[in-house]
Antibody, heavy 123, light 109 residues
Framework: EVQLVESGGGLVQPGGSLRLSCAAS????????MSWVRQAPGKGLEWVSA??????????DYVDPVKGRFAISRDNSKNTLYLQMNSLRAEDTAVYYC??????????????WGQGTLVIVSS | EIVLTQSPGTLSLSPGERATLSCRAS???????LAWYQQKPGQAPRLLIYGASSRATGIPDRFSGSGSGTDFTLTISRLEPEDFAVYYC??????????FGPGTKVDIK
C-alpha cells in the first residue's frame, strides 16, 4: 500500500524557516517524480515545487513566488522528500501536501497524496 | 504561463443528475498532461482522470473525461451522494510547469 506521510509543519514567524518532510512507502520511491502542492485556508490548490525521479535526472522546478526561498530535495536511501522553506511570508500559510506523480518526470497526474501538514506564518 | 479557467464556479444538482464541468486553458495543452481531481472537505485531493480521458485506478465509470487543445470536460453521468465535492483540473506545460484551475464545487440542490 502506498503511503505518504508529511511532517514538519507548524507556526513560524515571518522571515523564519521550516523544513517539511514526506516519508514514502509502498512503491519504488527513486523512480517517480514528486511534488509539493499547497492549499491556503479556504482556497484552491497551488503547485509549489517538483523533483523528477532518478530516471529523469532529479531535476527541480518551482512556482515563481517561492523561487529563491524554497528548495526541494529527496533522499532516495531514506525514501523521503523534503521542502526547505526560508524567508517565510504570511502568504505561505497553507496546508502543504506531498504528492507522487505517475511518472518519472512531472505532469502525468498525482496518483497518491499525503494527508497534508499545516504551515502558519504569523507573528 | 498557461491559465486554467473552470466553469461553472458552482454547480447545484440533485443525486442522479448528470454533471458537466468545463476546464479551459489559455493556450493549447497536450492531452497527455491534463488531469482532474476530486477534493472533499478536510481530505487530500484524489486523482480521477489523467491524460484527459483515462480513469485512475478504482474510479467508477460514471466519471469520464474528454477534450483536447484548450477545452476539456469532466462528466459525471449520474451523481451519487459521495460525488458532491470540489473538482480541479490540472495541466503540465511551460513555466510554471504545473497549474491547477480554480475549481468547480458540485453541491446538492
Amino acid at each position: 500500500e502506498v503511503q505518504l506521510v508529511e511532517s514538519g509543519g507548524g507556526l513560524v514567524q515571518p522571515g523564519g524557516s521550516l523544513r517539511l518532510s514526506c516519508a514514502a512507502s509502498g512503491f519504488i520511491f527513486n523512480t517517480y517524480a514528486m511534488s509539493w502542492v499547497r492549499q491556503a485556508p479556504g482556497k484552491g490548490l497551488e503547485w509549489v515545487s517538483a523533483i523528477s525521479g532518478s530516471g529523469s535526472g532529479g531535476s527541480t522546478d518551482y512556482v515563481d513566488p517561492v523561487k529563491g526561498r524554497f528548495a526541494i530535495s529527496r533522499d532516495n536511501s531514506k525514501n523521503t522528500l523534503y521542502l526547505q522553506m526560508n524567508s517565510l511570508r504570511a502568504e505561505d500559510t497553507a496546508v502543504y501536501y506531498c504528492a507522487k506523480d505517475r511518472g518519472s518526470s512531472s505532469g502525468w497526474g498525482f496518483d497518491y497524496w499525503g494527508q497534508g501538514t499545516l504551515v502558519i506564518v504569523s507573528s | 504561463e498557461i491559465v486554467l479557467t473552470q466553469s461553472p464556479g458552482t454547480l447545484s444538482l440533485s443525486p442522479g443528475e448528470r454533471a458537466t464541468l468545463s476546464c479551459r486553458a489559455s493556450q493549447s495543452v497536450s492531452s497527455s498532461y491534463l488531469a482532474w481531481y476530486q477534493q472533499k472537505p478536510g481530505q487530500a485531493p484524489r486523482l480521477l482522470i489523467y491524460g484527459a480521458s483515462s480513469r485512475a485506478t478504482g474510479i467508477p465509470d460514471r466519471f469520464s473525461g474528454s477534450g483536447s487543445g484548450t477545452d476539456f470536460t469532466l462528466t459525471i453521468s449520474r451523481l451519487e451522494p459521495e460525488d458532491f465535492a470540489v473538482y480541479y483540473c490540472q495541466q503540465y506545460g511551460s513555466s510554471p510547469i504545473l497549474t491547477f484551475g480554480p475549481g468547480t464545487k458540485v453541491d446538492i440542490k
